[in-house]
């Protein structure tokens, strides 16, 4: 062997850190035994060891170690079919939310359990890069470092780099999870009776976008700056951050009791995998009752204790504005704040308009105005002739932005603020332009009879 270097010692040192912990872990495991801790290792200590780590790759003939983004085994932990090896960051752009929108290339590892240590060895980070990463360049020092002779250190080198992403024909296995999509050949409708007129898609779990969204959740629970935020609130006393929240958050266990069988990741995750709620929103309808002996249905719109909130934080932002500040992030600032209002009134309408029985606005007691019955009561038209034709007259959508300009600025006057004319002329217009409210008026129209 040739004289070792400094690097070539440093790698030495690093790989018997490495192997040391792993023995002394595995010693601690160990209930009755009274070998005392490897501490320090001697270079035959480091070479036998992975000595028997080659060994056991060789001897992984069926499920041999090899990375992967998508292991096949988390669909189903007895599925033959392929894993796939599909970094991220070589994904193609898209608008729909996937895999390829993981922000860091997290790269898993599958297999026989046996090996999976070994994988943690070759993920060993030195000077930036990993030891697979060096193997893979044939790094002379780090061939040094094992211990051997150069033609047994170039063997070991050529095993653990099998474990380096493989060309290989993927195959779906008959236990995977399995889509049929119907594609169109030549432009003509596909036969559903053809078997060549379909895709398959297997649907894989992309490991690292688990790993990481784990990760992601697990701070946002359990981490020192959520629980101090968490803590300020309940003390009613200020903070410099919020914190996130996920409601029905399910867990799903992938593995059972032993999660290494399906990856080296999932394994650290102890089987974890968060799943985000995807579901409809579901209106509350306790605080939808009839607008009664109410006049404006703004003023119960301004009880909304998101509205409140925004039109306190409106108010001030605008009571510090001088007549000369008019730049670009300030007039970003208030159509983000206008946006918002328009966000939670589109909402209030939807209620009203969709929970409450048609008609409801006939009742005796009912004291608001035509325009803001055709908005938060538009089904009516189909049962009430004359309530129709003042629907179909279609001038109540105008009034609604009067009305809604009129109330924005008094709620907005203040001791620092004074809007008129000019103000409430703004705001009308800013909601008749408004995509949002135009689509929620056109689909009550479109829903009423002509």
């Not at 409801?360 to 803001?372: I, N, R």
């Amino acid at each position: 062997m040739e004289q070792a270097t400094p690097r070539s010692l440093a790698l030495q040192q690093l790989i018997a850190a490495f192997i040391g912990s792993r023995l002394n872990d595995k010693q601690q495991q160990t209930a009755e035994s009274n070998t005392a801790a490897h501490s320090t290792l001697t270079q035959e200590d480091v070479s036998a060891w992975l000595a028997k780590a080659v060994a056991n790759l060789r001897s992984q003939k069926k499920n041999p170690l090899r990375l992967a983004t998508h292991p096949a085994k988390a669909t189903h932990s007895a599925t033959e079919g392929s894993s796939i090896f599909s970094l991220p960051s070589s994904l193609p752009r898209r608008l729909e939310i996937g895999s390829h929108d993981s922000p860091d290339d997290q790269v898993d590892a599958v297999g026989n359990a046996a090996v999976l240590g070994i994988y943690k060895f070759l993920l060993l980070d030195f000077g930036g890069e990993s030891l697979l990463s060096l193997l893979n360049k044939a790094d002379q020092d780090l061939l040094s470092a094992f211990g051997v002779d150069s033609t047994l250190a170039e063997d070991w080198r050529t095993e653990f780099c099998k474990v380096l992403p493989q060309t290989v024909t993927h195959h779906a296995g008959s236990l995977s999870k399995q889509i049929y999509w119907p594609v169109s050949p030549d432009n003509y409708p596909a036969d559903a009776t053809d078997d060549s007129h379909y895709h398959l898609l297997s649907i894989l779990n992309s490991s690292a976008l688990s790993h990481w969204l784990y990760g992601r959740i697990q701070e946002h629970r359990f981490g020192d700056a959520a629980k101090a935020a968490r803590q300020a609130k309940r003390d009613g006393s200020h903070h410099p951050h919020g914190y996130h929240d996920y409601p029905q958050l399910a867990e799903e266990k992938k593995g059972g009791t032993k999660p290494q069988n399906i990856s080296q990741l999932n394994s650290e995750r102890r089987g974890s995998n968060y799943l985000l709620a995807s579901l409809p929103p579901q209106w509350d309808s306790s605080e939808t009752q009839p607008l009664y002996h109410l006049d404006n249905a703004f003023r119960r719109f301004g009880q909304r204790k998101a509205v409140r909130s925004l039109l306190r934080e409106f108010g001030q932002f605008l009571g510090k504005l001088k007549p000369e500040h008019n730049t670009i992030h300030i007039r970003q600032r208030r159509e983000n704040y206008l946006a918002g209002l328009f966000g939670e009134l589109l909402q209030f309408g939807a209620a009203y308009s969709n929970a409450l029985p048609p008609g409801w606005t006939d009742h005796p007691d009912c004291q608001l105005p035509l325009a803001q019955q055709c908005w938060l009561d538009p089904y009516r038209a189909g049962q009430d002739a004359d309530f129709n034709l003042q629907f179909q007259w279609q001038d109540w959508p105008q009034q609604l932005a009067e009305d809604f300009a009129h109330w924005l600025n008094s709620r907005l006057e203040g001791k620092n603020l004074h809007l008129a004319e000019t103000e409430f002329d703004f705001w009308r217009r800013q909601l008749a332009q408004d995509a949002g409210w135009q689509g929620q008026l056109d689909h009550l129209q479109q829903g009423a009879p002509a």
